[in-house]
């Protein structure tokens, strides 16, 4: 079955712009770096594939409805033949990719007084990739230290969990440092009106009732009987019945601040994971004509499976989009969507040097 795409799909590369795809995925997420593509031409016309010219290697970029989904590169270019007729198929990734392949180049693997967005700025520019941040007044590091064949996206990833910040790719190539998103769609997802399918997975296995946080130092003649006393408990109402988990947080002069934020954090990074709703809707974007967007938050309404802000299912019920994946095939065009609350993507305190907790102190203004 031929599929007309000539004005949905365009590839651009080295100038051109390649249509007649019949098959197409691309996939874009918050928790993935980089984004990726897949394209496929099947020859309907004698010499149709073969025109497709592209090569491992080139820039490209792909736009669906003619807004930029990646920008990035082609990986690879695979044609085939067969009695059927002749096919290719191109894929490829966004420009972060070198962000996660290569290894991280900086003079003598140091680096001093800089935020996650400065240290990622610097370091991304050797592979000619900008960053973007819109959170102001970042924590200021006193030191990085960079592992020899580290990869660029591991310490920035590993750095940006001290800001609190989520790295994912844009649609433009850059590499994005952002809280989880407070902007919403136009529109939603309604069952009866742009559902298609649509699976919830509600669990309780990994919550706890309570999360006790211990503190392990680096001095080795600290007292051992105040390290080993909880240092916070942080609780989930929620929970029906006793379940008790022991997470272990580095001591140090902010120890003690970071302990009793990650165990908030344990508490509601496993709820907001404990319902997680996997949707197939029937286009590409909402009702203003913006595809949808990864760390965009969407109403969502889905009464047969009690997805709802209320108790008779006429509410809809706000979740974060975590994940989205554009297909177009001979079933025609979708959108799959992975929705999760906005608290399943608070990053993970962490403390970066537990042994100089007097330096990041002074950091902190302690």
């Not at 019949?22 to 593509?37: K, L, M, S, Y």
């Not at 496993?270 to 709703?277: D, P, V």
């Not at 595809?291 to 009690?306: A, F, G, Q, R, T």
Request: aromatic share 6%.
């Amino acid at each position: 079955m031929e599929i007309s795409m000539e004005e949905t799909i365009k590839l651009q590369i080295n100038g051109l712009n390649l249509s007649g795809w019949t098959r197409v995925r691309v996939t874009q997420g918050i928790e993935r770096c980089p984004t990726d593509f897949e394209l496929e031409m099947t020859e309907i016309f004698p010499g149709q594939a073969q025109d497709i010219v592209a090569k491992p290697g080139d820039p490209c970029v792909l736009e669906l409805n003619g807004a930029p989904v990646v920008t990035g590169y082609i990986d690879r270019v695979t044609p085939s033949i067969s009695a059927e007729g002749h096919e290719i198929r191109v894929t490829g990734r966004g420009r972060c990719q070198d962000l996660v392949d290569c290894a991280a180049v900086w003079p003598n693997y140091q680096m001093s007084n800089v935020t996650a967005f400065s240290m990622a700025t610097q370091l991304a520019e050797t592979y000619r990739v900008d960053v973007k941040c819109d959170v102001e007044n970042l924590l200021v590091i006193p030191q990085i230290n960079i592992l020899p064949g580290e990869s660029t996206f591991d310490i920035v990833e590993r750095t940006a969990r001290y800001s609190a910040l989520l790295v994912y790719e844009g649609a433009d190539g850059s590499l994005i440092l952002a809280r989880a998103g407070t902007e919403a769609m136009a529109s939603g997802v309604h069952e009866g009106i742009n559902l298609e399918a649509a699976t919830v997975e509600r669990s309780m296995d990994r919550r706890f009732s309570e999360i006790v946080v211990m503190l392990t130092g680096t001095n080795n003649m600290q007292d051992l009987s105040s390290i080993n006393a909880p240092h916070f408990i942080a609780k989930d109402p929620n929970v029906p019945r006793f379940r008790r988990r022991v997470i272990i947080a580095e001591c140090g002069e902010l120890g003690w601040e970071v302990g009793k934020k990650r165990g908030l954090w344990e508490v509601a990074r496993r709820r907001g994971r404990a319902e997680t709703i996997h949707l197939t809707v029937d286009n590409w974007h909402d009702v203003a004509g913006n595809l949808w967007e990864p760390n965009k938050l969407m109403d969502v309404l889905i009464s047969s499976l009690k997805v709802s802000g209320d108790q008779a299912g006429t509410v809809p019920v706000r979740y974060l989009i975590a994940e989205v994946t554009f297909t177009l095939d001979e079933s025609g065009t979708h959108a799959n969507l992975t929705l999760m609350p906005p608290e399943a993507f608070e990053p993970e305190p962490i403390l970066l040097y537990p042994q100089y907790g007097d330096l990041v102190g002074a950091v902190w203004g302690r």
